[in-house]
């Protein structure tokens, strides 16, 4: 049994050293766009905290949703924010599950390039939007009377650059559309043309559902910011996903095309890592081992045939 353990770790280590060279070569192809997309997320958060500086709290608007869900109360807040932190960890979890799992239809790379392609997409509408209405906050901490509805004039730069948790948890004025909403309908589509478990496709949706209901009982946003969400997310990942180049399903055996060399060839080192040909050093030699045997089988069988002759 001991002996049986030790071998599966063995491979299990392989594996993972093998699918770290495979995803460190394809960062060098595209930390670009990774960077990219990191950097506009700075942007969004940096915008979500200046519209804060212009919100004005005011009586909160007649919205249908707050009238058919029972308020959730100030207390019962964090229910919401710990159904996004499950779906947000889960998938960030999934994406990575190339590096344990010997069946594996992602690279981890290409995914997030592709993520972060639909989030800054959604999110630059979301910054055009929240800044062209900004509307009284329902949020507790955006009613009039709280200290925190409103932000006092920055006293340099850099107070207005830096982005701290408490500013991200406490916003206000960022309203059209939600951005819980974003995230969660980026990573739920990506699971539905990307995942492999129907069931879990099923839940995932059923979740945002939830997820939907509770940021409007929670009075986190307004019913309109979540529909607005709903529809523009999935018109978004729709248009672009039909723009991005499609991914290369690994359990078919294909692979990601890397730049040329100067001499007009295609990396040969590279092309081996990223069709998977590395990820497991154990079963590439059983298959190295079968194929010679093949090979012995067919050359005896054309020395016969030459005899015969």
Known sequence: MSLYIGREASKLWKRICAETTTE??????????????????????????SVHYFHHPGPILHDSGFLLLPELGQERAYVSETVFTFVFL??????????????????????WVRVLA???????????????????GPN?????????ATLPRPDNLLEVFVIIPRGVLYGCGDLIFSSHMIFSLV???????????????????????VQSL???????????????????????????????????DRSLGGGPMLPLSKDGRMKEEGTKLVNGNSVDPVDRRSRSQANGKVNEESDSVHVDVLDGA
């Open 24 to 49: 460190i070569n394809l960062l060098l192809e595209n930390w670009k766009y990774i960077l990219g997309g990191l950097i506009c997320q700075y942007i969004h958060g940096l915008a979500a905290r």
């Open 90 to 111: 889960s998938f960030v979890l999934w994406t990575f599950h190339p590096f344990i799992f010997k069946s594996k239809k992602i690279y981890t790379v290409l995914i």
């Open 140 to 148: 507790y901490h955006c009613r009039e009377g709280s200290r925190l």
């Open 214 to 248: 509770l940021i409007i009982a929670s009075r986190k946003h307004y019913t309109v910011d979540v529909i607005v969400a709903w529809y523009t997310v999935n018109l978004v990942v729709f248009f672009v996903d039909h723009k991005l180049p499609e991914l290369p």
């Open 187 to 209: 990573f739920v589509r990506t699971y539905q043309k990307y995942g492999s478990g129907r069931f879990i496709k099923q839940c995932a949706w059923l979740i945002a559902v």
């Open 118 to 136: 639909f989030l800054v997409a959604c999110q630059f509408l979301r910054i055009i939007t929240f800044y062209s209405t900004i509307l009284p």
